[in-house]
């Protein structure tokens, strides 16, 4: 059985540090900017082996109030974004 809720950011961890990581983390500041909204429901739909687990990992690390992802997302795009501190590990 799987943690649905506040799942951590191990796996985004694990993640970061594996040798073909893509940063994909602009999609966090789409997903901030519709929060909220009538189109707060975001549909990730891509064939199989596209990096959906992946981005639902990431998701997860920025947006967990379990854990605090500060350090993770430094280095990335997202950090440089308006919205980067205002949602970070609040959902």
Do not use: W
Not at 13 to 18: A, C, E, L, P
Not at 19 to 27: A, S
């Amino acid at each position: 059985m799987g943690n649905y809720f506040n799942p951590g950011n191990e796996k985004f961890d694990r993640m970061i540090h594996s040798e073909i990581y893509v940063d994909k983390t602009e999609l966090i500041a789409y997903t901030n900017g519709v929060i909220n909204t009538l189109q707060e429901y975001v549909c990730v739909s891509r064939p199989r082996r596209f990096g959906k687990s992946m981005t639902a990992n990431m998701l997860a690390a920025y947006y967990s109030r379990g854990c605090s992802s500060e350090n993770l997302f430094q280095n990335f795009k997202i950090a440089k974004n308006t919205t980067y501190h205002i949602s970070r590990n609040q959902l």
